[in-house]
């Protein structure tokens, strides 16, 4: 029941600008953390950046300075802007979410979760 949907990727030229969002939707009891993982081509998946609910973040050292997570936990949504875009950065991009959740036989766990991802390519 629990799923997690990206949406604001696309194409875009370097040095430009994009933001994604991702909403958690289903029986969730709290969220721990969420963030955002990315995996280009021949190369293995890394985090990009994470924030917990209590708002600390942590950032990839390639993204620092350039990338800022946010969230809000009323509407169980994070949100990546991504700004001074480099081609380096094309890669699909993955939702991630710690969360408590109802599972099947009314129990009660911690689980990750993760999205479908969606591309982003940046141009030179």
């Known amino acids: 029941q629990v799923q997690l949907v990206e949406s604001g990727g696309g194409l875009v030229q370097a040095g430009g600008s994009l933001r994604l969002s991702c909403a958690a939707s289903?029986?969730?009891?709290?969220?721990?953390?969420m963030g955002w993982y990315r995996q280009a081509p021949g190369k293995q998946r890394e985090l990009v950046a994470a924030?917990?609910?209590?708002?600390?973040?942590n950032y990839a050292d390639s993204v620092k300075g350039r990338f800022t997570i946010s969230r809000d936990n009323a509407k169980n949504t994070v949100s990546l802007q991504m700004n001074s875009l480099k081609p380096e950065d094309t890669a699909v991009y993955y939702c991630?979410?710690?969360?408590?959740?109802?599972?099947?036989?009314?129990?009660?766990?911690?689980?990750?979760?993760w999205g479908q991802g969606t591309q982003v390519t940046v141009s030179s």
């Open positions: 924030i917990t609910s209590g708002g600390s973040t």
């Open positions: 289903g029986s969730i009891f709290s969220i721990n953390a």
């Open positions: 991630a979410a710690d969360l408590t959740t109802a599972q099947a036989m009314g129990v009660i766990a911690n689980q990750d979760y």
